[in-house]
């Protein structure tokens, strides 16, 4: 007499047919890959397109741009960062819709000001040898508030970003610029792409 538990658990284990062999591998291929795509793109990194001058001279209008979403997952962000960010509530009040990218300037607590062309941390002047332009704007002085940071465009004149809206929050922060991709002669990687041979230093 045959068990009937045993043929419950082993009768999805018959030789399927070819007809089942042709099509089931490459759709369970398609949706695995499809998976993983998804999978990777939520949670790991997402590719960018910069359309914008406002981070030139250091990432181009058309540049692809690959984004860690799991870069702060074990430290803070920190100043020379360059970070995607989803709208603030000042900005979706203006109907700015798109995820925007932008250096991180001020870290929480800090008091910016932004005055003859240079850029101020707690009354210290930051040497900045890779912008655009000196700033031809004032701005502050202010402290960012908890939780939240100051960002720039590279391009000062020519970008969008906290000195016309204010601060980013933390939860905002999509996550840190790692890699340009595109195009193959101007590829690097986040060392590059933060400057760190033109880092930030106190004048």
Known sequence: MSNPFIADFTKSDRAPTSDENLWAMPLKLIGLS????????TFIAEPRFIPSVSMLPTI???????????SYSSHLPRRDDIVVFNPTAPLLKLHVEDALIKRIIGLPGEKVQVKGGIVYINNRPLKEDFIAAKPNYTWGP???PPNSYFVLGDNRNQSYDGHYWGFVPRGNIVGQA???YWPWERMCVSKC???????????
Do not use: P, T
């Open 34 to 41: 499809l998976g993983l795509a998804f999978g990777v793109r």
């Open 60 to 70: 181009k209008v058309g540049d692809r741009i690959l984004v860690n979403k799991l």
């Open 142 to 144: 202010q402290v960012v």
């Open 178 to 180: 790692v890699l340009r």
């Open 193 to 203: 792409l933060e400057q760190n041979q033109y880092k930030h230093q106190w004048d």
